[in-house]
């Protein structure tokens, strides 16, 4: 389970600092970031299949992937790419004076194409939204969309929702 920094040459990223909720609505609609770029490798995928149960032959089973499979070899799992996201949130955005913060849950997702064992994955993170509630948290609508090194389409975009205590 590599973690690689950027493509070479880049530099790493650093996370964005958000500040409580009046930063939270300043940036409502923009692009928070891009996060560094991780190794989607076999031995990451097998591993999440052996974790999860999910041992369907397009995940771990190379020899007939080469053989069978229309992507040309094995790809991750779908909940993999998804449970990467928050590894990979945490290099693009930081919300300050947060006491407690929960995953909320999605309201929308895709996948939109395949991540071939290999490759690269990063996420590019947009703040959606940003809603006040009544016990004192706050609902932020992320929208997530994961790319992968030399491909226009994504792999998925997701619309996470996020429930921070301020």
Not at 10 to 33: F, K, M, N
Not at 81 to 88: H, Q, V, Y
Not at 151 to 160: I, L, S
């Amino acid at each position: 389970m590599g973690r690689s920094g950027g493509r070479r040459g880049e530099q790493p990223v650093t996370a964005t600092r958000i500040d409580g909720l009046a930063g939270l609505e300043a940036r409502v609609g923009s692009e928070i970031g891009v996060s560094n770029w991780i190794d989607a490798d076999q031995p990451m995928i097998d591993a999440f299949a052996e974790t999860t149960g999910d041992h369907q032959w397009i995940h771990v089973d190379t020899e007939r992937c080469a053989r069978e499979s229309p992507f040309g070899g094995t790809i991750a799992h779908g909940f993999l790419i998804l449970s990467l996201g928050p590894r990979l949130a945490y290099d693009v955005v930081a919300i300050g004076g947060v006491k407690m913060g929960i995953n909320y849950g999605l309201d929308r997702l895709r996948f939109t194409s395949p991540l071939r064992s290999g490759s690269k994955l990063r996420l590019r993170v947009v703040l959606a939204g940003v809603d006040g509630k009544p016990d004192g948290s706050v609902l932020v609508r992320w929208t997530w969309t994961f790319e992968t090194e030399g491909q226009d389409r994504p792999v998925a975009v997701a619309e996470m929702l996020s429930k921070v205590y301020l």
